[in-house]
């Protein structure tokens, strides 16, 4: 029998961030492993013209959670969304709904962010900040609370090349950036950021770094960990190999690859690529949820959910890997056929975003127009480029986590533990996870249906030839020109003309002596 397993069985739970990536994923495998659990409150905010139960209705009507709907056929009574908005104060949760959570709950994992790298300062302050420390004042007041488990990142302090599963200070204090947040204007805080985020990329890694602070000093007595995953990718294992359903990470770059808009992008080939499945946090996540509760740590234990220092995988590896699968089984409707390559100056990188990337993309649009559409294609490029301005700095570089903390989890467990909550990445084969990661963000992410492989091969064989005679065509007309206008090339012409007629009656000549 799973210890870890048992241990939820009959919990109360609460999970905020339950409609990302990673929290469908931890309330799916809850739900697999534990159907015997109380309640999982989920703390869900009204968006995109939908209310809470459709939220929950459409998480369930998924195929994330096809198996769980067998084990569990009860899930959605054990589902209790609470409406609640963490940029609010107090989250804007009921009397009645803060009442219940305070007076149940038994653990609490805290997956709600802004993951975005370009959110305004004020803003991630406000969610990765303010509502972790409102969450933990709520927490305080939770008489059977056993466990509060933080999601950070890895990359919370990106500054460094080593880190240790310790929390490092930061210069202003977060109680200092809240309070001033509170008063300053935007274009103070504009005019700041850069000081205050130093020598991380973005306000991302530094609000998560401060956040880690907050749990630190205002869950002194409370029995906390904190997570902190590196880049997440799709599944591993569980509930099925490949699972993803948005672009954040390598996903949207994995699609640009595919479907032919990515040619060329700055990377170092052989930096670690430090990707970590995204069963596998849940996994490390929950384990810890147990440790947590039941051995009572005596101080806050930080987890690093990382790979490369267990089973290192660079980014060469990685990207011919999702060219040859793109390759096999080619994404439908690509721009262009899928080929890329690394540049590693900012000259080849801007070389090659103008040849390979602007370019098409705006003969592309001419032929739109020319036809009678709306050009659509440069608006995508610019933000494809943006987008990887944006990573640049993570595949650039490489860090090394110690994962010692993670490393006495794993032993921790009992065999059967080992087995079902796995977080031993070592185990991983990187080539088979990236085939399936690919085939993921085929089918679940672009919705694509395997019986159009077919197809898509002859669209890539199309894209091919159409490729050949444009380089062909665009020879020829560089080559009128440059006759046209320089005497040099005239010269050449008349040189290559003479040597392959004189070849050629040479030819005759001997084939005709031969006969
Ligand atoms: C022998 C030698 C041979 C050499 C051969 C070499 C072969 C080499 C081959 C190379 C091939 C390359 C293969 C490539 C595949 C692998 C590359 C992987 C690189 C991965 C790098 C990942 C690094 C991530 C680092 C993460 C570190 C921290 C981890 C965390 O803790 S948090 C999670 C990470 N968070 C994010 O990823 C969020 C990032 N996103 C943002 O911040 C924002 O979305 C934004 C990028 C700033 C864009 O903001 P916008 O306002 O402009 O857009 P918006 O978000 O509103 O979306 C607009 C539309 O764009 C879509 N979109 C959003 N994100 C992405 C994305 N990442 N990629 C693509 N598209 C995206 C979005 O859906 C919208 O679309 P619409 O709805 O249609 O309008
Ligand atoms: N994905 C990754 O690569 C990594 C993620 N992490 C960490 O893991 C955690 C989960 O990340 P991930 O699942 O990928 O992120 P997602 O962006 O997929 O999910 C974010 C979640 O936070 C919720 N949320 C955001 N703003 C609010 C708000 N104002 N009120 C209520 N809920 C809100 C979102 O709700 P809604 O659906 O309403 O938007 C969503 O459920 C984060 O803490 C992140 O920092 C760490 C390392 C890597």
């Given at each position: 029998m799973s210890m870890i397993a048992a241990f939820y069985g009959g919990k109360s739970i609460l999970i905020t961030g339950a409609t990302g990536f990673l929290g469908k994923v931890l309330m799916e495998k809850l739900f697999r492993t534990?159907?015997?659990?109380?309640i999982i409150y989920i703390l869900v905010r009204p968006k995109a013209g939908q209310t809470l139960q459709q939220r929950v209705f459409q998480i369930l009507n998924s195929k994330l959670f096809e198996k769980v709907k067998e084990i569990c056929p009860n899930v959605h009574e054990k589902i209790r969304p609470i409406s609640a908005d963490l940029n609010q104060h107090d989250f804007g949760i009921s009397k009645e709904d803060l009442e219940e959570l305070l007076s149940s709950t038994n653990i609490v994992f805290h997956c709600a962010?802004?993951?975005?790298?370009?959110?305004h300062l004020r803003h991630a302050v406000q969610l990765n900040v303010t509502a972790t420390q409102q969450l933990l004042s709520m927490a305080s007041q939770?008489?059977?609370?056993e466990a509060f488990i933080h999601l950070s990142t890895a990359?919370?302090?990106?500054?460094?090349k080593h880190i240790d599963e310790v929390i490092y200070p930061c210069s202003v204090e977060p109680k200092k950036i809240i309070d001033s947040m509170e008063w300053l204007d935007d274009a103070i805080i504009d005019e700041i950021t850069p000081k205050l985020i130093?020598?991380?990329?973005?306000t991302y890694t530094y609000t998560k770094a401060l956040g880690e602070i907050v749990v630190q000093q205002e869950g002194a007595n409370m029995n906390i960990a904190i997570i902190r995953p590196s880049i997440v990718g799709a599944?591993?294992?569980?509930?099925?190999?490949?699972w993803v359903d948005n672009l954040n990470g390598p996903s949207g770059l994995i699609i640009a690859t595919g479907k032919g808009f990515l040619r060329a992008i700055k990377a170092?080939?052989?930096?670690?690529?430090d990707l970590i499945p995204a069963d596998t946090v849940v996994n490390l996540t929950l384990a810890a949820g147990w440790y947590t509760a039941?051995?009572?740590?005596?101080s806050t234990l930080i987890y690093h959910c990382t790979s490369g220092n267990l089973n290192p995988c660079n980014w060469l590896k990685m990207g011919l890997q999702v060219l040859a699968t793109c390759e096999k089984v080619p994404f439908e409707k690509?721009?262009?056929?899928?080929k890329a390559d690394f540049t590693t100056t900012r000259f080849t990188t801007h070389y090659w975003n103008a040849v390979s990337h602007r370019a098409p993309a705006i003969i592309y649009d001419i032929y739109l127009r020319l036809t009678g559409r709306k050009p659509r294609v440069m608006k995508l490029m610019n933000r494809l480029l943006r987008t990887i301005s944006m990573l640049e700095y993570f595949i650039n570089r490489s860090w090394e986590w110690s994962t010692h903390n993670t490393e006495m989890l794993m032993s921790m467990l009992s065999p059967e533990d080992q087995r079902m909550?796995?977080?031993?990445?070592?185990?991983?084969n990187w080539l088979e996870y990236i085939e399936n990661y690919v085939l993921g963000v085929k089918k679940y992410?672009?919705?694509?249906?395997?019986?159009g492989v077919p197809e898509a091969r002859q669209h890539l064989r199309r894209l091919r030839n159409i490729h050949y005679l444009f380089n062909i065509a665009l020879f020829l007309i560089i080559w009128r020109l440059l006759i046209a206008r320089w005497q040099m090339a005239r010269n050449v012409w008349v040189f290559i003309v003479s040597f392959c007629s004189k070849f050629l009656s040479y030819f005759r000549a001997s084939s005709t002596l031969k006969l």
């Open positions: 534990s159907p015997d659990l109380k962010a802004t993951v975005r790298f370009d959110d939770m008489p059977k609370l990359f919370s302090n990106c500054n460094l130093g020598d991380r990329p973005n599944t591993w294992q569980e509930p099925f190999p490949g170092t080939p052989m930096a670690i690529a039941v051995h009572r740590p005596k690509a721009f262009r056929r899928p909550f796995n977080f031993d990445v070592r185990q991983l992410l672009l919705k694509e249906d395997m019986a």
